[in-house]
């Protein structure tokens, strides 16, 4: 496996220099700031300098290049696999869909003997990331997981972009199939924020809707725990995301607040809240965020047996960034202490999709970092 990174910027164009002659790399990820990906001058070098392969992305909250993190730019990571072949297809998200049957339409087109792993970027507003998930995993062989994530629009969240070979368009959703049986594929995903106060079962809630927990107001406890942050609600939450504990012992799955309804005490989640479900508050812990991002890479790299990863796809949360703030690159370092030798490359989202454990071959994160791993054996 050969892999090249760039960087485009309006000053600078592409750095370093885009090949002059046609690169024999299969496939080019493509993360960057909304408007760039849809102007022609990069992307049509792009295509000019790896015409055999299927160029996908989406816009971001932030591009991941090695340890930094970069803002309205574009960064082309292409790979060029030994024995893997690569095949990508995109599906439409219809109005009202929450993109369940692109997620359908995608993943059986890809699903044939030799299917190793699946990418998926997906428009981040439209696209309702349990749902989806849960499409993915019911469409997915037994032995085949997805990983990817949800575009996202910085902290603005007016319109995300998904781009595919020559295009970036809204309400899509792009997948790419891994193919060959010596490919390797290492996936990890941990948050690092600290539990505090009681356990909790959530006893009424619709969908992602949270009205109570234990019998009471889910929104009045939030503000007895969360005092005088409580005034700066729903921003103040991401301070304060709710964690779903897995009945099975493991880390479980972390939920962020997106919006508060005062007048029904409700509150509003980026995923499913399961009535039933026993959850815990909890806060920001900065160096725990940053071990967090370390253990995902241990993750990663444990589920290869011994193979060395060339490339990690690491895709973490809008919320996280703007948490750690200027500490935010703190969590790339983190993340290539363990993960010296591969090319690091990902984005923020609206929302990360990785597998975890018992949940399945694709699950929906908040607040995360998820990671995955890419060798060739």
Same mark, same amino acid.
């Given at each position: 496996m050969h892999i090249d990174q760039y960087l485009w910027t309006p000053a600078a164009g592409w750095t370093p220099v885009l090949p002059a002659d046609e690169s $024999? !790399? %299969?496939l080019v990820l493509l993360f +960057? +700031?909304? #408007?760039?990906? %849809? /102007?022609?001058?990069p992307t049509d070098a792009l295509r000019a300098a790896f015409p055999q392969a299927t160029c996908v992305g989406c816009s971001t909250a932030g591009e991941v290049a090695g340890t930094i993190v970069h803002d309205d730019t574009l960064v082309a990571t292409a790979v060029h696999f030994e024995s893997c072949t690569? &095949?990508?297809?995109? #599906?439409?998200? &219809? $109005? +009202?869909?929450? +993109?369940?049957? !692109? #997620? /359908?339409q995608v993943v059986s087109a890809l699903v044939r003997p030799g299917l190793r792993h699946m990418l998926v970027f997906c428009d981040g507003l439209l696209v309702k990331g349990d749902a989806f998930a849960h499409a993915v995993r019911a469409e997915l062989p037994a032995d085949v997981c997805a990983s990817g994530g949800l575009a996202a629009d910085g902290d603005r969240?007016?319109? =995300?972009?998904?781009f595919r070979d020559a295009k970036a368009s809204t309400a899509l959703v792009v997948a790419v199939g891994l193919y060959g049986d010596a490919l390797r594929i290492g996936y990890g995903s941990l948050g690092g924020w600290d539990s505090f106060g009681p356990v909790r079962r959530v006893t009424r809630s619709v969908g992602n809707l949270l009205f109570e927990l234990d019998g009471e107001s889910a929104l009045a406890l939030y503000k007895t725990y969360l005092g005088e942050h409580s005034r700066g609600l729903p921003g103040s939450a991401l301070h304060f995301p709710l964690l779903l504990e897995d009945p099975d012992g493991g880390p479980g799955l972390v939920r962020a607040v997106l919006g508060v309804d005062e007048a029904a005490g409700?509150? =509003?989640f980026a995923g499913d809240i399961p009535e039933g479900t026993q959850a815990r508050l909890m806060k920001a812990n900065f160096d725990r965020l940053i071990d967090g991002a370390a253990g995902a890479a241990g993750a990663s790299v444990h589920r290869l047996n011994g193979v060395e990863p060339k490339l990690a796809l690491l895709v973490s949360c809008v919320a996280r960034r703007l948490v750690l703030r200027q500490r935010i690159e703190e969590e790339l370092e983190a993340v290539r202490e363990v993960l010296p030798h591969a090319v690091l490359a990902g984005f923020y989202s609206y929302g990360e999709l990785c597998p975890q454990g018992s949940v399945g071959s694709c699950e929906l994160h908040n607040q995360t970092m998820t990671i995955t791993t890419f060798a060739e054996a």
């Open positions: $024999p !790399a %299969q +960057g +700031g909304g #408007a760039l990906l %849809q /102007r022609n001058e690569v &095949e990508s297809v995109e #599906a439409s998200v &219809e $109005p +009202g869909s929450d +993109g369940v049957e !692109a #997620a /359908r969240f007016a319109k =995300t972009m998904v409700s509150l =509003t």
